[in-house]
C-alpha cells in the first residue's frame, strides 16, 4: 500500500516549504518562559538534534515577543509565535523577526485586530496558522464538536481572505480522537490550505503518544497532513521521537535506522528491555554518524523463535540465548556473541 497524499497549497516557514510534495514537518513547542532566553535556547537545540524541523514559542507578554530577536540569532530553525488574547504580541513577534504567527480564533477575533495582523504578516512575507482547539470555536450546540470546529476554521478563513491574505495554515486539534480525525476530514475536503495536524490534551506521556498515533495515523493514511506535532506532558524531545515513529511506520519519512524488537515472554533469558533501550539511546546519540544505508533495519530479539526467524528480513541483528546472543544478518546467522557486550559488537557491525 502506497499513502497517495492530498495536494495541498505550498507555504515557507522559516527555509522549510509545507505542503504539495514536500515532507511533512515535525514540529514541537519550547516548554519554559520564552523570555528566559539561555532556557529556550537550550532546549531549541536539544529539539534539532533530536530531528524537530518547526518550533513553536509561547508569547505571552512583550518580554517574550522581544526575546524572539536574540533566540533568533542563536538557531537556526522556523520560529512561530504563539498568540492568545493580545493581537499586539503578534505586531512584537513579526518586528522580533519571528517565521510563523499563529492566532487562535477563539480570542483573537476582532476584524480590526486580526487586518492590523494580516497587514503586518503580508509586508513581512510570512504566514498565518489559524489555530483551533475545542476551546476555540463558535458556542454552538446544535452541532458537533467536529462541525463546530470546521464551522469555525471557515469563517475565520473567509475572514483572513477578505483582506486578500491566503499564505495560511490550518490546524483543529480536540481532545477527543473522533471529533480530532472528524474535523480534519471534513476541512481537508472543503480547502486546500495545508494541514498541521495534533490532538491536544492527551494525558499521560504513554497514553498520549498512543492516542496521538490512533488520531494522527488514520489521517496520515487517508493523506491528510502537511506537519504534525504530537502534544506530550513530557520533555519536548520526547514529542518529536514519537512523531518521527508515526511518520516512519506509515513510510511517509526515513530518519535512519528502524528497530525491530519482540515482546518477550517466558522464553526470554536476557533483559531484553534494558538492552533495546540502550541500543534506541545509543542510535539516538549516533544517529548522524551511523549510515543507515546498508543496515536500515535492527532487530533484537528475545530468543531463537523470534529471531532470526520473524526477523528474517531484518538487516541485521541478534537472538538472545541466556548468556550469549546469535548474530544473524539478512536471516543469515554470522556468529555468536556474548550478551554483556553485544550493543557494542552490534554497533560496531552497524558502522
Do not use: W
Not at 529556550?40 to 533530536?50: D, F, G, H, P, S
Amino acid at each position: 500500500m502506497v499513502i497517495k497524499r492530498k495536494k495541498s497549497k505550498i507555504v515557507k516557514i522559516g527555509k522549510v516549504f509545507i505542503g504539495g510534495n514536500y515532507p511533512i514537518a515535525i514540529q514541537s513547542m519550547v516548554k519554559v518562559k520564552t523570555s528566559d532566553i539561555d532556557k529556550a535556547v537550550k532546549e531549541i537545540r536539544i529539539l534539532q538534534t533530536a530531528g524537530c524541523e518547526i518550533i513553536r514559542l509561547a508569547v505571552k507578554d512583550k518580554l517574550d515577543a522581544f526575546a524572539i530577536k536574540d533566540i533568533k540569532r542563536k538557531v537556526k530553525i522556523p520560529l512561530v509565535a504563539d498568540i492568545h488574547f493580545d493581537y499586539k504580541l503578534a505586531l512584537m513577534a513579526i518586528d522580533s523577526g519571528v517565521d510563523k504567527i499563529r492566532l487562535n480564533p477563539g480570542n483573537i477575533y476582532k476584524k480590526e485586530e486580526i487586518k492590523e495582523v494580516v497587514t503586518a504578516l503580508k509586508l513581512a512575507k510570512l504566514p498565518l496558522r489559524i489555530g483551533l482547539n475545542s476551546g476555540s470555536v463558535r458556542d454552538n450546540h446544535s452541532k458537533g464538536m467536529s462541525d463546530r470546529l470546521v464551522a469555525s476554521a471557515l469563517d475565520y478563513i473567509r475572514i483572513i481572505e477578505g483582506f486578500k491574505f491566503h499564505n495560511i495554515v490550518v490546524s483543529l486539534k480536540a481532545s477527543n480522537i473522533l471529533d480530532t480525525v472528524g474535523a480534519y476530514r471534513k476541512l481537508a475536503s472543503l480547502c486546500e490550505y495545508p494541514l498541521h495536524l495534533g490532538l491536544t490534551a492527551t494525558g499521560s506521556p504513554f497514553a498520549g503518544a498512543v492516542k496521538s498515533g490512533v488520531a494522527l495515523g488514520s489521517l496520515l493514511l487517508d493523506g491528510i497532513g502537511d506537519t504534525i506535532r504530537i502534544s506530550l506532558t513530557d520533555k519536548s524531545a520526547e514529542e518529536v521521537y514519537s512523531a518521527k515513529i508515526i511518520l516512519e511506520s506509515l513510510g511517509l519519512r526515513s530518519f535512519g535506522h528502524t528497530l525491530i524488537s519482540c515482546p518477550t515472554c517466558g522464553r526470554c533469558e536476557v533483559d531484553l528491555v534494558k538492552i533495546v533501550r540502550e541500543l534506541e539511546e545509543k542510535l539516538q546519540l549516533e544517529g548522524k554518524r551511523i549510515a543507515a544505508d546498508k543496515f536500515k533495519s535492527i532487530a533484537l530479539m528475545g530468543c531463537i523463535v523470534n529471531g532470526p526467524g520473524e526477523a528474517k528480513e531484518a538487516d541485521i541483528g541478534v537472538a538472545f540465548g541466556k548468556n550469549q546472543g546469535l548474530l544473524f544478518k539478512k536471516g543469515k546467522p554470522v556468529r555468536k556473541i556474548p550478551v554483556r557486550n553485544c550493543i557494542e559488537l552490534l554497533l560496531k557491525e552497524i558502522k
